[in-house]
């Protein structure tokens, strides 16, 4: 028999894989491979925030590290593609040591802090160093990605190579959260000095998750800008950032799933509702407000709850 | 070689736009020092105070009650904005309330766009445009009012928090929220008129800038950043250092730009946000807390 877990990971595959028999039209498919970009991105920084309790507000500096990276070895330099993912992973990567090293070794919210100035930074230099990354007018002609010698250039053959990897992110994380150093991380993220009293290296730990919610971005990065086959500095400014943190804050904090919901519901939204493109700003301001005060646990669980609390509450039960 | 009139024009310059990020920067420490949190929405409150300024000057067309207009206005935003916003979480975790102030930042952004559209409005200088000379320098009436205005505003503050009773009252909770409750401080209520103070000096901040920039929907953001990271220089809830930090601040950008390239001009503050979170996370003139 299979496990609750086992379950989940056998009807994602076959939604996955029914998804890519049903469907036919070529938008359907782009739409798609945005929610599972997305969702790379939420889920890395969802470990950060939901289970490490710490914020960054300049996680779209790690999704255009990425992407430019990609971007600028492939269209300028013809790097192998795979290659450039890889060094866009060690460049991110090491960003994030830089960063994380000396903010997380404080109590408080210094992360978020040096992570804000971080993303303005990489903002700017990507707006400005024009030779390099063709400033605010972007970078094209970015190659699609290959595997195998066989072109993923279509958003429907993309599709079947960026869903099977949000698939094994969500595994790795959901792995990773329910391992030693997931206990450790939902130690810290209660009280860090009952957590460091348990022998929890809190710092350290924080540390590790934000390099790998740096680096989940990167990945996103990467496979964002061969999927567009440009990319123009604007998808990377601080209103990104802020959009991710509301797709954390809707489909739930420390929720994995909740990061796949976030992520699709917030990358429709715009496209179904023509008005929602006025009044974007204004909802996600909503969104983060509303939920933070009366659902912090995220919409859905949020939801759950309250649903939980009225049925025991008809079945006569008492609230203590 | 730059002149030495051209130095004393970045000079100046600096020195105006600094006197900007420190009354914004005492908002963020005035918020900080009541609640351990960063109010995120203080760049918006300064839009707000130029854009409410600016349409109250279109009513009645005097300034000092469009400045004192906006003012009050925005104070009001300020206040309730604690009142809805901020006391009835549930769960008041420090990540929460600045999750929520995220939002409210965003969420004011795109309703001053809903109600202001996203064209830029102008608001006349105080006295005049017809500059004046400095030595080799000019400098308009306007930067005057700016660095007076500032400090005047800084030296009220100071004497508010030192003299007065409800002062007094705010600095205790600041210090310590349990002892200051203790000894009978309506400790709700100076938290709520911290937020409401914070929102005035960003108000204030706003009209004064408005007649050398211009007033638009989305000015306040990188205000607020800018006046954040001043704060966070000098050392967040130091009074003295919110000052200290903002005119650094406005004096490291003019002379970037003015000496090495403008383009990188924004980059500056949060260069030297990055690097006093490394060298000396307290800040300039923060205490070990």
């Known amino acids: 028999m299979l496990s609750g877990l086992g379950n989940r990971w056998v009807l994602f595959a076959g939604a996955v894989l029914a998804v890519a028999a049903v469907l036919s039209n070529e938008y359907y498919f782009t739409l798609l491979n945005f929610i599972g970009i997305h969702t790379l991105l939420v889920v890395g920084l969802n470990l950060l925030l939901g289970y490490a309790g710490q914020i960054s507000l300049g996680h779209a500096a790690f999704f255009g590290l990425g992407a430019y990276t990609s971007g600028i070895l492939t269209a300028t330099c013809g790097v192998n593609p795979w290659l450039a993912l890889l060094a866009g992973l060690v460049i991110s990567g090491l960003a994030a040591l830089l960063i994380g090293i000396p903010a997380l070794k404080l109590r408080g919210y210094y992360l978020a802090m040096a992570t804000l100035g971080f993303g303005i930074i990489v903002y700017i230099v990507l707006n400005e160093a024009q030779p390099l990354t063709g400033g605010p007018s972007g970078l094209s002609g970015i190659p699609s990605l290959s595997l195998a010698g066989f072109p993923l250039n279509t958003a429907r053959r993309l599709y079947l190579l960026v869903w099977p990897v949000v698939g094994g992110i969500l595994a790795l994380s959901a792995n990773l959260v329910d391992s030693r150093s997931g206990r450790a991380l939902r130690a810290l993220h209660d009280s860090e000095a009952a957590a460091e009293s348990l022998g929890v290296d809190t710092s350290r730990m924080k540390l590790k998750i934000f390099i790998w919610s740096a680096l989940y971005a990167s990945l996103a990065g990467s496979l964002y800008a061969h999927s567009l086959n440009f990319i123009a500095p604007a998808s990377f400014g601080f209103m990104f950032s802020i959009k991710l943190v509301t797709m954390v804050v809707l489909g739930g904090m420390a929720s994995i799933w909740g990061s796949l919901l976030g992520a699709g519901v917030l990358t429709v939204l715009p496209e179904v509702l023509t008005v929602f493109h006025d009044f974007e700003v204004i909802i996600f301001g909503a969104i983060l407000m509303v939920v933070m005060i009366f659902l912090p646990r995220g919409l859905v669980r949020g939801l759950m709850d309250l649903w939980e609390f009225r049925r025991y509450k008809r079945q006569g039960g008492q609230i203590v | ?289």
């Open chain 2, 1 to 289: 070689m730059p002149t030495l009139s051209s130095l004393l024009q970045y000079f100046l310059s600096g020195l105006t736009n600094g006197a900007i990020y420190a009354l914004i920067a005492l908002g963020f420490g005035i918020i900080f020092n009541a609640t351990a949190i960063i109010n995120f929405a203080q760049g918006e409150m300064v839009m707000l105070g130029a854009l409410c300024a600016i349409s109250l000057y279109h009513l009645i067309p005097s300034l000092p009650l469009a400045f004192l207009g906006g003012v009050f206005l925005v104070s009001l935003v300020g206040l309730v904005f604690e009142r809805l916003a901020l006391r009835p979480v549930r769960d008041p975790a420090p990540i929460t309330l600045i999750i929520i102030t995220v939002g409210a930042a965003v969420f004011l952004k795109g309703l001053a766009m809903l109600l202001w559209g996203k064209e830029a409005y102008s608001l006349p200088s105080f006295s005049g445009n017809a500059p004046l000379y400095l030595g080799a320098a000019t400098i308009m009436p306007q930067n005057l009012w700016v660095l007076g205005l500032t400090a005047f505003l800084v030296l009220v503050l100071e004497a508010f928090f030192r003299l007065t009773l409800v002062g007094k009252a705010m600095r205790a909770t600041a210090y310590n929220l349990r002892a200051a409750r203790l000894v009978g401080i309506a400790v709700g209520r100076m938290v709520q008129l911290s937020f409401g103070l914070a929102a005035a000096l960003g108000a204030g901040a706003g009209i004064l800038i408005a007649p050398l920039t211009l007033g638009v929907y989305d000015m306040g953001t990188m205000l607020g950043l800018k006046g954040f990271s001043a704060a966070i220089i000098g050392g967040l809830g130091s009074l003295s250092g919110g000052v200290l930090g903002g005119l650094l601040l406005g004096l490291a950008e003019s002379f970037t730009s003015g000496l090495i390239s403008s383009s990188y001009r924004d980059a500056v503050a949060f260069l030297l946000l990055l690097l006093v979170l490394f060298l000396r996370p307290q800040g300039l003139m923060g205490g070990r807390r």
